[in-house]
């Protein structure tokens, strides 16, 4: 029997048919509208205390015609159950009649995503300005999302980064480059805020969007730069001088990224690969000596040969991800082609043989900073983790670009939101594992614990409200019946 021939090559998509035109056209609606429309004036359970002022202030940046129904999203996203996709959101929030209305208010917002983020970006810099001796930790990182048919615009092939053991090297979606906060909190660990984000259609898709929306083909390092230009000239307007840190993995680590990085005086730390080309300093200019100055030394350094000697190892003890950890590492100045000037390259063994270098562009960083912000650098990923199993990010079964980009977005910033609302509660109010003898109750609070508790707490809120005004026994019937849609 022949073997199979496995390739290592991109697939191709592979789609059905047109699927019948729904019996919910939008040109038969305006053509025919009906009187006994029912408008969606508030949601069914509002948002309440720093949830409600966060979103007040981003909705404030939309058309006021549109404006009310951004808040009206966020409660169908935060209280929404099973599926997440787009119409659960508008029913757990309680949209009536007037629901084609919030599909529109999706692409509108996914138009206008920076000006949304302004004011949740300034409330996490006026509640957790490091001062100006310290500094700002961001980490940038792509993820994609399953979304599989032939109309989803900007959805195609990508490389999968966790497949499963039925799962291939590539899925069907969309790619997402998402900009994050990094706050230490002081219980539970460095946690990632995400505010910004931007999606990364391929080169061959492209001529699609840009007969429509002119869109321009734009790499991930591109996608990348715009969200870190943004973010740090919104930083810098607001009044914000401190040191600002860029954490990224390696496949970041590029000529132009860094090139670009410099010029904005943003620190950049990351991992370098193995074979890395590394050259020592420079010598020194003599007084008089003519000619430009060399920017690369004459000695080429390998990175290989200097995690094998056994000469050179020092120990320091570090935090990484919430654990003190002892661990040799070997630290040096070098430069390479990628980058402006020196760098600081830090080698760090894990066991016998297994190693990883890492660099940081500002030659003072201390060893210890560079590993646990390194180290720091994974909570984007526990990010996307709770994005995609808590939120179900990516589900929502829209087809327009900017639909698409509304709803990963929107739930980022639920995510920030839940993330803020529960930063200062005590684990013990976030969580009971009384009914789970087998959780360890010391264990710190998932993000789906803090989201469950905001949801419990606005929900406690709403019928309490009502009992205490009327205790009438056909309204509180009503308000259970809708709860009770709710957890259905």
Same mark, same amino acid.
Request: glycine letters at 6%; aromatic letters at 8%.
């Given at each position: &029997?022949?073997?199979?021939?496995?390739?290592?090559?991109?697939?191709?998509?592979r789609?059905?048919?047109?699927?019948?035109?729904?019996?919910?056209?939008?040109?038969?609606?305006?053509?025919?509208?009906?009187?006994?429309r029912?408008?969606?004036?508030?949601? !069914?359970?509002?948002?309440?205390?720093?949830?409600?002022? *966060?979103?007040?202030?981003?909705q404030?940046m939309?058309? %006021?015609?549109?404006?009310?129904?951004?808040?009206?999203?966020?409660?169908?996203?935060l209280?929404?159950?099973?599926?997440?996709?787009?119409?659960s959101?508008?029913?757990?929030?309680?949209?009536k009649?007037?629901?084609?209305?919030?599909?529109?208010?999706?692409g509108?917002?996914?138009?206008?995503?920076?000006?949304?983020?302004?004011? *949740?970006?300034?409330?996490?810099?006026?509640?957790?300005?490091?001062?100006?001796?310290?500094?700002?930790?961001?980490?940038l990182?792509? %993820?994609?999302?399953?979304r599989?048919?032939?109309?989803?615009?900007?959805?195609?092939?990508?490389r999968?980064?966790?497949?499963?053991?039925?799962?291939g090297?590539?899925?069907?979606?969309?790619?997402?480059?998402?900009?994050? &906060?990094? @706050?230490?909190?002081? $219980?539970?660990?460095?946690?990632?805020?995400?505010?910004?984000?931007?999606?990364?259609?391929?080169q061959?898709?492209?001529?699609?969007?840009?007969?429509?929306?002119?869109w321009?083909?734009?790499?991930k390092?591109?996608l990348?730069?715009?969200l870190?230009? !943004? $973010?740090?000239?919104?930083?810098?307007s607001?009044?914000?001088?401190?040191?600002?840190? /860029?954490?990224?993995?390696?496949? #970041?680590?590029?000529?132009?990224?860094l =090139?670009?990085?410099?010029?904005m005086?943003?620190? $950049?730390?990351?991992?370098? !690969?193995?074979?890395?080309?590394?050259?020592?300093?420079?010598?020194?200019?003599?007084?008089?000596?003519?000619?430009?100055?060399?920017?690369?030394? +004459?000695?080429?350094l390998? *990175?290989?040969k200097?995690?094998?000697?056994?000469?050179?190892?020092? +120990?320091?003890? #570090?935090?990484?991800?919430?654990?003190?950890?002892?661990?040799? #590492? =070997?630290?040096?100045?070098?430069?390479?082609t990628?980058?402006?000037?020196?760098?600081?390259?830090?080698?760090?063994?894990?066991?016998?043989?297994?190693?990883?270098?890492?660099?940081?562009?500002?030659?003072?960083?201390?060893?210890? =900073?560079?590993?646990?912000?390194?180290?720091?650098?994974?909570?984007?990923?526990?990010?996307?983790?709770? @994005?995609?199993?808590?939120?179900?990010?990516?589900?929502?079964?829209?087809?327009?670009?900017?639909?698409?980009?509304?709803?990963?977005?929107?739930?980022?910033?639920?995510?920030?939101?839940?993330?803020?609302? +529960?930063?200062?509660?005590?684990?013990?109010?976030?969580?009971? !594992?009384?009914?789970?003898?087998?959780?360890?109750?010391?264990?710190?609070p998932?993000?789906?614990?803090?989201?469950?508790?905001?949801?419990?707490?606005?929900?406690?809120?709403?019928f309490?409200?009502?009992?205490?005004?009327?205790?009438?026994?056909?309204? /509180?019937?009503?308000?259970?019946?809708e709860f009770?849609?709710i957890?259905?």
């Open positions: &029997m022949a073997k199979r021939n496995f390739s290592d090559g991109r697939k191709q998509p789609h059905t048919k047109k699927s019948p035109p729904s019996q919910h056209d939008k040109r038969t609606r305006l053509r025919n509208p009906s009187c006994r029912v408008r969606t004036q508030e949601a !069914r359970c509002p948002l309440l205390g720093g949830l409600a002022d *966060l979103a007040k202030s981003m404030s939309l058309d %006021s015609r549109t404006a009310f129904r951004f808040s009206i999203i966020l409660v169908g996203i209280i929404a159950k099973g599926r997440r996709t787009a119409s959101w508008f029913r757990a929030a309680g949209v009649d007037d629901w084609d209305r919030f599909y529109d208010a999706l509108t917002i996914g138009r206008n995503l920076f000006p949304l983020a302004i004011p *949740l970006i300034r409330n996490i810099v006026r509640k957790f300005d490091p001062g100006p001796e310290g500094h700002w930790t961001h980490a990182d792509d %993820s994609p999302t399953r599989f048919g032939r109309h989803v615009e900007g959805a195609n092939v990508h999968n980064p966790t497949p499963g053991p039925v799962d090297d590539w899925l069907y979606g969309h790619n997402w480059v998402c900009l994050a &906060m990094l @706050l230490p909190h002081p $219980l539970w660990g460095v946690i990632a805020l995400p505010v910004l984000s931007a999606l990364y259609v391929r061959q898709d492209v001529n699609k969007l840009n007969s429509r929306y002119g321009e083909f734009k790499t390092h591109q990348g730069l715009e870190v230009t !943004r $973010l740090v000239s919104l930083l810098r607001i009044g914000c001088q401190t040191q600002i840190v /860029l954490v990224v993995d390696g496949a #970041y680590a590029t000529a132009m990224f =090139k670009k990085l410099h010029g005086n943003v620190t $950049l730390v990351s991992r370098l !690969r193995r074979n890395a080309v590394l050259f020592g300093l420079p010598p020194e200019r003599r007084v008089g000596q003519r000619g430009r100055p060399r920017k690369y030394g +004459s000695n080429k390998s *990175l290989v200097r995690a094998a000697s056994r000469q050179g190892w020092e +120990s320091i003890t #570090y935090v990484c991800r919430g654990i003190e950890v002892t661990r040799r #590492y =070997k630290s040096f100045l070098a430069t390479t990628i980058a402006q000037g020196a760098i600081r390259v830090v080698i760090v063994e894990f066991g016998v043989g297994q190693w990883a270098a890492y660099f940081s562009t500002d030659t003072d960083t201390e060893v210890k =900073k560079i590993l646990e912000t390194v180290s720091a650098r994974w909570a984007i990923e526990e990010c996307f983790h709770d @994005l995609k199993e808590v939120w179900r990010a990516g589900e929502q079964q829209v087809r327009s670009v900017w639909s698409n980009l509304a709803c990963w977005q929107m739930n980022c910033w639920m995510y920030t939101m839940v993330e803020l609302e +529960s930063w200062d509660v005590l684990g013990a109010d976030l969580t009971d !594992r009384s009914d789970r003898p087998w959780d360890n109750p010391d264990r710190r998932s993000h789906a614990d803090r989201r469950r508790a905001v949801c419990s707490k606005m929900l406690r809120e709403r309490s409200t009502v009992l205490a005004s009327d205790a009438n026994h056909e309204k /509180l019937k009503r308000l259970f019946d009770l849609a957890a259905a």
